[in-house]
């Protein structure tokens, strides 16, 4: 049977950015595709032990950013504040705490629509055999070591490497994240 | 209504992509080959996901049965 490979680069490490890799390789591995993710830059934070759990929101340049009220927090106010402001005015943004309010809103938002967190599609991403590579030289450039990482990764690897990884398949297919 | 009895049930009512779709997989291991799966969801997105998954994964898309904002699937296991 032809291998067909899915190799993803997660190279963001915001909430919002983190999702689309590991829903698309947690589908993918279900759908029997050999899948691998290739961490590097930003994403890294994606599978570091501390900083997974700390993924922000950014209200800052980003203009498409929705002014997010939870479900549980919709009443006639915040449907008010929603109707004037669509979105947070970008001035908001240098507000200090306001990155960790919206990360708050959002998360809540995420949780009460049934939407996995990080964390649980990492593990889902584990379960199916997804292979979740570092990148050798931004851990370098970051100052992470593998232990700083989650459990259950590969080892770390280079560009070499991921290429290796894509043309071995009969049907490689790249995801740039 | 249906009228397939199902081997086992997965109800994954209130969660979103990619959750169905992977708990479906999950489920599936669990059966023999021949046997039945039925699929509870609310999310609309796996109207279109499910029968994706069984046409790349092989497992036959039996019935689809919508019902008070619920999407029923009975998958047979390839």
């Known amino acids: 049977m032809a291998t067909e490979r899915l190799a993803i680069i997660a190279t963001k490490g915001t909430l919002d950015m983190a999702y689309p890799p590991l829903i698309l390789a947690s589908t993918a591995a279900s759908l029997g595709i050999e899948t691998a993710i290739f961490f590097t830059f930003y994403g890294l934070n994606i599978i570091h032990k501390k900083k997974m759990n700390e993924l922000k929101i950014a209200p800052i340049g980003n203009p498409a950013m929705p002014m997010a009220f939870p479900p549980s927090m919709q009443n006639a106010i915040t449907n008010t504040i929603s109707s004037v402001f669509p979105g947070p005015p970008q001035i908001m943004g240098i507000i200090p705490g306001m990155t960790d309010l919206m990360t708050f809103m959002m998360k809540k938002t995420i949780k009460e629509h049934g939407v996995a967190s990080i964390p649980e599609l990492i593990e889902a991403c584990k379960e199916a055999d997804v292979k979740l590579i570092p990148c050798q030289m931004t851990m370098e450039l970051f100052g992470y070591k593998y232990e700083d990482l989650i459990e259950g990764l590969e080892p770390p690897a280079g560009a070499a490497t991921f290429m290796n990884y894509v043309l071995e398949a009969d049907k490689p297919m790249i995801i740039f994240v | ?78």
């Open chain 2, 1 to 78: 209504m249906a009228t397939i009895t199902p081997d086992k049930v997965l109800d994954a009512s209130g969660l979103n992509c990619p959750l169905p779709v992977l708990k479906t997989k999950k489920a599936l291991e669990e059966l023999q080959s021949g046997q039945i799966l039925e699929v509870i969801t609310t999310d609309p997105g796996a109207k279109a996901d499910i029968p994706a998954f069984c046409s790349r994964t092989g497992h036959e898309l039996l019935e689809t049965v919508e019902e008070g904002g619920k999407i029923i699937f009975y998958l047979k296991k390839k």
